[in-house]
Structure formats: C-alpha cells, structure tokens
C-alpha cells in the first residue's frame, strides 16, 4: 500500500478482522448506469454483499488519494450525472492529482483492490475486443493478466465480440470459470455458443480456484462467468440488433474513446425500451452476491495478504 491509497474506515477494521471484502467499481454507477437506476443500483449491490456476509469495498478516487472503501456519503458525489471522471488505471496519476473524484474502472478497482489485500470482485461485463475492430482492446483485459484475485462477471459486454475477448484473455494467461454453466455468459443475453474449459457449480469451489491460484502466485485474475438471471436475459438476436443500431449512431455522433462504451450502453437501453437497463442492475446484484459469498468462502491467504 502507498500514501496515496486510502482505505476506509469500514473496510480497514474488515481487513483488521480478516472478515471478507468484496471490491467494487465506480464507474458502474458514475457512468455505466443513468440516474437515478445508479443509485438503485449502489444500494442493490451494497446490500446483496452485505446479505452474503461480506463487506463493499466501493473503490474510487477521491481527495487526491485512491480510496478503498468510499462510505455512503462518499459515494453520492460518484452518483451525480457528469460529476466524476472515468478512471482507468492508466489515469490514476492524472485523477489523484486533481483530485477527483474518479470513478475507477475494472482495471483501476481490481489495481488498486490487490494492494489493500482484497482479492474477490464483482462488476457487471468487462471489457474486451470491440466488434469489428481486433485494435480496439479494454484496458481491462491487460489488468486481468497481471493483477492477482477473482472477478465475478456476467462475461464480456454486449458491445464487445466475445470470441476474439476470449481469445485475447487465453493470450493472456487469464482463467475463465463458468458460473454452473460450460458456456460463456455474454452479459445481457445470458450465454452464447463459445464453451469454457472450466466450471464450478458452488461458490465454495470458485473460493477453492481462488486460493490455489493466489497459493500458486499465478498473478492473474480468475473471471467467474455468472450468466445474467434467465427471468430478465434478453434475447441474443435483439441484443445484436440493438447493438448494431447504437454502433451506427456513435459513428453519426462521433463518438469515440472513453465515452463509447457509456453511449453505446445508454443507445442499447433505448433500443431495447429499458428491458436492458432491467437486465443489467439484476446481473450487478446477482453477482455483487456471488462474489460476498466466494469471499466469505474464501480463508485469508498465509500472512495476510
């Protein structure tokens, strides 16, 4: 841990106690969901963990320091439409220097997660190869090859092609595990025909691949592939299609960089009159309580760490 990584209050006496910590991104609710379905989504995801016996660790920028653990009042600055930045871990420098706030993304949280011990997150889809464009690579791919822990996440985004990702993450060295499924959940549309070598059907098997791999100093992140609930998945015909429509209005609008995925997602939720904005705070729910749960399965590492 550095001075310029914060640790809050609740989360340090959890760590304290070894009592287990769950990670969770920002950027979730600072732009990948409008208000005020970024609030529910806060307190979804807050109280999912919590239920399954463990404690959020909601991580952000903050006062110049990357914090671990931003309490309630804290995460009401994140909430506020335009209020904070997107970070990547690449712009944590930049963001602690003006001081936030920032909201991290997979590979800021999951960066700075590792190095207050926390070790089991949760998020919704993670980044990828973008269609149409194998150049085009998330930052979060390259962090999950190199950062030690677990992430529970209903598999590549809907805006991504999922075969190239998961090519590039075999590059990588990065494990996927399917959640009671041998088939890659694809975010919004539950699961798509790309089969995954490995599963596990409990969360005390998925906390069991955790600890060999931290055992093991792999030191790279286990994504544990949690399909969206079946009563909200969309159908993957109309998630394409709707994806292809967003596309084509970024490229109409210019839209480009860090605002794409926020504005393709935001597009796909129009196209689909809200029914994936439905989907995608019951996936963040569901697996904000599977990783509480994997982390409340999960023994603290010998010495702490």
Known sequence: MTARIRVGEEVGAARSDERPVVAVETSVIGQGLPAPANVECARRMDRAIREAGAVPAWVGVLGGDVVVGLSETDLAAFSEPGRAQKVARRDLPAACARGGP?????????????????HVGATGGVGGVHLGNRDDVSADLLELSRTPGLLVCSGPKSIVDPSATVERLEEL??????????????????????????????????AAVLSASLALEVGSTVLLCN???????????????????????????????????????????????????????????????LAGTVAASTPPPVGGA
């Open 102 to 118: 920032g909201a991290t993304t997979v590979s800021a949280t999951i960066w700075a997660a590792a190095r207050t011990g926390i």
């Open 173 to 206: 060295g990065v494990s996927l595990i399917g959640y009671r499924t041998g088939r890659l959940s694809h975010f919004l549309a539950g699961e798509v025909a790309i089969e995954v070598e490995h599963r596990v059907e409990t969360p005390g098997e998925a």
């Open 227 to 289: 399909p969206v609930p079946a009563a909200v998945a969309l159908d993957p015909v109309e998630v394409a299609t709707a994806t292809g429509r967003a596309e084509e209005r970024a490229r109409a609008e210019g839209v480009r960089g860090r605002d794409l995925t926020p504005f393709l997602l935001a597009a796909i939720a129009e196209e689909t009159d809200g029914r994936s904005l439905d989907a995608n705070l019951a996936l963040l729910e569901a697996n904000a309580a």
